[in-house]
């Protein structure tokens, strides 16, 4: 092929190509349900619905943030869930007030008995920086080479 029918060709299709796009693209526009038979653009009318779901669950959310925060505040100030021990210490004849579920008395201190690393614990699983650990159901299995004696044990 020479270079000159070559050249004529890719001009020739260049113009194919630019008239058929137009036709082209509105078929696959048709196809994949973004214009109607008529030609009439549907995404305009799509973005619009979308935009106005969008506002409506925007403003359910807040609305619920709103409800929650004020169930919060009331109940908060009217309810406290907490127990409380008193105890007189034999000493320093000083009443403390401990809570039966922190062990911590009005001063935020601990019991002598009590364990401060498992209080530690016991704050980060509540503030939830730290996750409690499964057990792990039925027996564990061993893993059998040649410097184990399993054959002895059976």
């Known amino acids: 092929m020479t270079a000159r029918s070559k050249s004529r060709r890719d001009k020739n299709n260049r113009i194919r190509r ?11 526009k048709k196809t994949l349900g973004m214009i109607d038979e008529d030609g009439m653009d549907i995404m305009e009318k799509v973005k619009e619905i979308t935009e106005q779901q969008k506002k409506k669950e925007e403003e359910e ?21 907490n127990e409380y021990i008193e105890i007189v210490h034999p000493e320093s004849k000083v009443k403390h007030r401990y809570n039966t579920r922190t062990k911590q008395d ?13 209080e530690k614990r016991k704050q ?3 503030d939830g920086k730290i996750k409690k650990k499964r057990g792990r159901p039925g027996r564990k299995m061993h893993f059998i080479d040649e410097t184990c004696n399993w054959r002895n044990i059976v």
Do not use: C, M, S
């Open 18 to 28: 630019a008239k058929n796009k137009v036709k082209e693209l509105k078929k696959l």
């Open 61 to 81: 959310k807040i609305k619920a943030e709103v409800r929650e925060d004020i169930v919060k505040e009331e109940t908060k100030d009217t309810v406290d869930h």
């Open 106 to 118: 009005q001063f935020g201190q601990y019991p002598v008995w009590y364990n401060a690393r498992k």
């Open 124 to 126: 980060l699983l509540r």
